[in-house]
């Protein structure tokens, strides 16, 4: 199923969904919320189970969509770290409570992610 593009959207409920429903942005802003900023590398060693094509189409997206910066400074080797913006941060607490709910309203799931979030 192809994904909608922003502008065909009509319900904010879909686009909240489009940019943080998928298998890996949750997770992805969950990590970045833990930590100011994260190189590739340590972001995929956190994101467990995650490929390098998922990763780099995940961070592209986010970034587009303003919900994450990414930042290259002209070393060498090249350094480019991730860091949530201010859209992405208050991003947080909405998954933050539907981790809450998810937890109250099964036995099925142990901890939303493993990931320390804080309330915001």
């Not at 994450?68 to 998954?95: A, C």
């Not at 709910?101 to 799931?109: A, K, L, Y």
Request: hydrophobic share 30%.
């Amino acid at each position: 199923m192809a994904k909608k593009k922003t502008e065909e959207i009509t319900c904010p409920l879909e686009y909240g969904l489009q940019l943080f429903g998928g298998k890996w942005e949750s997770k992805i802003i969950c990590v970045l919320s833990d930590n100011r900023q994260l190189r590739y590398g340590a972001i995929r060693d956190k994101v467990e189970g995650i490929t390098d094509a998922a990763l780099g189409n995940t961070l592209k997206k986010l970034v587009s969509e303003g919900l994450i910066d990414r930042i290259q400074y002209n070393e060498i080797p090249p350094r480019v770290e991730y860091s949530l913006t201010e859209k992405g941060k208050s991003v947080v607490p909405v998954i933050h409570t539907i981790c809450e709910w998810s937890e109250t309203n099964t036995d099925s799931f142990g901890p939303c992610f493993e990931c320390e979030m804080e309330k915001i």
